[in-house]
């Protein structure tokens, strides 16, 4: 009885797939996968090498201290980084004092202490980085109706995050001939600006580095579009996860224990098992 | 408990004995996973990730109650919280990756699990109680780790949440409010993420009460074993401890192993990049997709795509996929064949592999890709032959099948002889359902 059940409650299932099937294959055949320009035109992110990648990776300092810089000067107008703190700006390789004065440089809510009121105040390295706009309505009112995203997480947040960051910051250019032929409604529209790299390929961030020397590096490094938008993006990956060094590199001696204890155990099991199995 | 020759706990310590006569605690943990426990002697390593299982719950239970200390439910500061424990809480980086990468490792190792249980038809009598626990046991897993991927509360945390409850609202009535009423709101929000976190918290409990049930029910017949023949004498089984016990170290190592592997070197490679943007309601994801483990039901969920008897096809979805995990609950009465193993059930064995097992990979690869064409296709095909394969391949096959010749005993097969077999009175080639002799 179970049996002659559970066969008609299989066909129930099955006709009931292929009647799906059916239908979706007909309507496939008659109209094929519509074709959109997202599909036609958007690139996987260029390949980008940071020191911090592999199982032995470790940050290049010196190219976070340049990252850093690029973040300060340019994308700080516009995106905010709450989840870091300045103190850890030390583990970039800075000094106390020079932490100190980096957060003194920004200027973080605070409360005026004779009548309370709300005011802004230079931050301390406790603080964490302040957001550029005071509420989303401001953010959207500022960037032609789109909200600069807060970066901690950014690279973090998109597939192949440092490589992804690169490429849309080096990405930029004219919509191709093709693309405006065949999907007209996929040209930029006022305000927004063509970047492959880019999931609809429009965004409303306008390059935000369009001139090599944009900003002066420290310690000589050509600051060319190219080596800015690389430093930045390392940069943000060690904001994304600060602590992604000290993960590989306990990593190693984790795995090193667990493969001693394992050769232990099996030959443990060896031995123990050695007059239970099979003697051919 | 289960064979005659079990060995008995003979403490040899003052203390212990006094303690044996007070409280036989260690009388029990002897019996259950120690030198009392008779086992076959031919388990192959599949039979190491039931215990693997075990550590896996344990490991979520320590993970998960460290970073319970550090995480506030509260849809305002969820997501951040769980970024302090990233960045400021002391190795609070390693608990978070060990218990989101700890989650699929567990499921890695449940299905593997369940696999062998299917092969070897371990749900079979006398196991059908340990299998039926064994289902229960994994529905509260897959709705343990929902809740725990919302706790976060970033984009697939919150997308999740509301197309997993969307699903209760096909159900005609009294789907809107009973969606309203799982979510204590319209969409998720803080009434919705205070709930799931308190059951998170419960249900890995909850969980480890049928664990022992589950456990408890396999020491009465004892474990099956690759040939499927039952225990006959002394002479095919070993006292658990120290030989399986030794055994259980050395997969643990291996499993320990890969697990940190991806742990240290890859944590994020499991989990969806989206889910480290804050939940956003008034923006939804290009792509809704749940954690990996949950993709073949996903699969069969988006599988139907039309409306069949009246039937919607948003109702259909929602009924086949959990028909799909409850014709679990029916295999014991559904697989006739006396024999267990599928190593000597050659009909059965070809479905099982050149069907069963490619239809689940191809639902595995369908549940995460978009919902577009040539997955959903194949997705139905899949779903058909996952359906058929349970509900009518599986009564037929072991209706008709011939069987292999069985080896008389344990013994014959992992020596090649048994001086038993010679005195039997005949070796039948088919094991009748045989419970092991019951004295406890
Ligand atoms: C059956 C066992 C369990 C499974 C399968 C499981 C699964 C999960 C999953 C998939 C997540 C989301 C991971 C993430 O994205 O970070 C999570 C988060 C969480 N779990 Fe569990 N869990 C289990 C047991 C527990 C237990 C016993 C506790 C506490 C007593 C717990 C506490 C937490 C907490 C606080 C979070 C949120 C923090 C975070 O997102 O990292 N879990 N769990």
């Known amino acids: 009885m179970i049996r002659i059940i559970s066969i008609l409650v299989g066909l129930f299932f099955g006709v009931a797939l292929a009647w799906s099937f059916v239908v979706g294959a007909v309507t496939f055949a008659q109209e094929g996968k519509p074709e959109t320009a997202e599909h036609a035109f958007h690139e996987y992110p260029k390949d980008l090498h940071l020191a911090s990648d592999g199982a032995f990776g470790k940050f290049d300092r010196q190219q976070l201290q340049r990252g850093f810089q690029v973040y300060k000067e340019v994308c700080s107008a516009c995106h ?168 590989k590199q306990t990593g190693w001696p984790v795995l090193g224990f667990l493969l001693f204890a394992t050769v232990l155990a099996y030959l443990a099991y060896r031995s123990i098992w050695a007059h239970k199995k099979a003697k051919h | 408990m289960s064979f005659p020759w079990a060995k008995e706990y003979q403490p040899s310590h003052p203390t212990m004995r006094w303690l044996d006569e007070k409280l036989p605690l260690p ?29 896996c719950l344990m490991l979520q239970i320590v993970t998960g109650i460290i970073l319970a200390m550090h995480y506030a439910p509260n849809a305002l500061v969820a997501f951040d919280s769980t970024e302090h424990i990233m960045r400021d809480v002391n190795w609070g980086w390693m608990m978070r990756y060990a218990h989101a990468n700890g989650a699929s490792a567990f499921f890695v190792v ?9 092969f070897f038809s371990s749900y079979k009598a006398p196991r059908e109680m340990i299998w039926l626990l064994g289902v229960v046991i994994f529905l509260l897993m897959m709705a343990t780790a929902f809740m725990g991927y919302v706790l976060p509360w970033g984009q697939m945390s919150f997308w999740g949440a509301k ?17 309203t009423w799982l979510l204590g709101g319209f969409a998720p929000d803080n009434a919705a993420l205070n709930r799931f976190f308190s059951l998170h918290y419960l249900l890995p409990f909850v969980i480890a009460g049928v664990v022992i049930l589950h456990i408890w029910a396999l020491h009465i017949p004892g474990s099956s074993n690759p040939t499927g023949v039952e225990v006959k004498t002394a002479a095919d089984t070993v006292p658990f401890h120290p030989y399986y016990t030794a055994k259980d170290g050395f997969g643990l190592g291996v499993f320990l192993i890969l697990y940190c592997a991806v742990l240290f070197f890859a944590p994020n490679a499991l989990g969806h990049p989206d889910n480290y943007i804050p939940a956003n309601p008034m923006s939804t994801p290009a792509h809704i997709v749940p954690e990996w483990y949950f993709w073949p039901f996903y699969a069969i969920l988006r599988a139907f795509t039309q409306d069949f008897l009246f039937i919607p096809a948003k109702l259909m979805g929602v009924i086949a996929m959990f028909a799909s995990i409850l014709v679990w609950f029916f295999l014991p009465w559904l697989d006739r064949s006396p024999v267990r193993s599928g190593i000597y059930r050659p009909l059965f064995r070809k479905f099982f592999w050149f069907g069963l097992i490619p239809a689940m990979a191809v639902l595995f690869y369908c549940g995460g890709a978009p919902a577009e064409e040539p997955f959903v296709m194949l997705s139905q095909i899949a779903s058909l032959y996952y359906f058929a394969h349970f509900l009518i391949i599986l009564p037929i096959v072991s209706a008709i099948e011939r069987p292999d010749p069985l080896p008389y005993s344990i013994t014959e097969k992992v020596l090649g002889e048994d001086e038993n077999s010679a005195l039997a009175p005949s070796a039948v080639p088919v094991e009748k359902s045989d419970a092991a002799p019951a004295a406890s």
């Open chain 1, 80 to 247: 905010g980084l709450k989840h870091v703190a300045f103190r850890s700006l030390e583990q970039l390789g800075y000094t106390e004092p020079e932490v100190k004065a980096i957060a003194a440089g920004f200027q973080v809510p605070g409360l005026d202490p004779n009548t309370g009121e709300q005011t802004t105040r230079p931050g301390v390295p406790t603080d964490y980085f302040p957001a550029p706009f005071a509420n989303d309505i401001a953010a959207r009112a500022a960037n032609n109706n789109a909200i600069p995203p807060d970066l901690s997480l950014i690279t973090k947040a998109r597939h192949d995050g440092g490589a992804y960051v690169y490429s849309l910051l080096t990405g930029y250019q004219d919509p191709p001939a093709a693309l405006l032929q065949e999907f007209p409604e996929a040209a930029p529209g006022t305000g927004l600006y063509y970047n492959p790299y880019f999931p609809n390929l429009n965004l409303a961030m306008a390059p935000p580095l369009m001139s090599d020397g944009q900003v002066t590096y420290g310690d000589g490094t050509a600051a060319t579009v190219e080596q800015m938008s690389k430093d930045v993006s390392a940069f943000l990956v060690w904001a994304g996860e600060p602590t992604l060094e000290k993960r």
């Open chain 2, 27 to 55: 009388r029990l943990v002897y019996n259950a996973i120690g030198a009392g426990y008779p086992v076959p002697r031919n388990l192959n390593y599949f039979w190491n990730f039931g215990v693997l299982a075990g550590f």
């Open chain 2, 110 to 118: 449940v299905y593997i699990h369940i696999f062998r249980g299917l």
């Open chain 2, 163 to 179: 197309v997993i409850t969307g699903l209760f609202s096909a159900i005609p009535l009294v789907g809107e409010p009973l969606q």
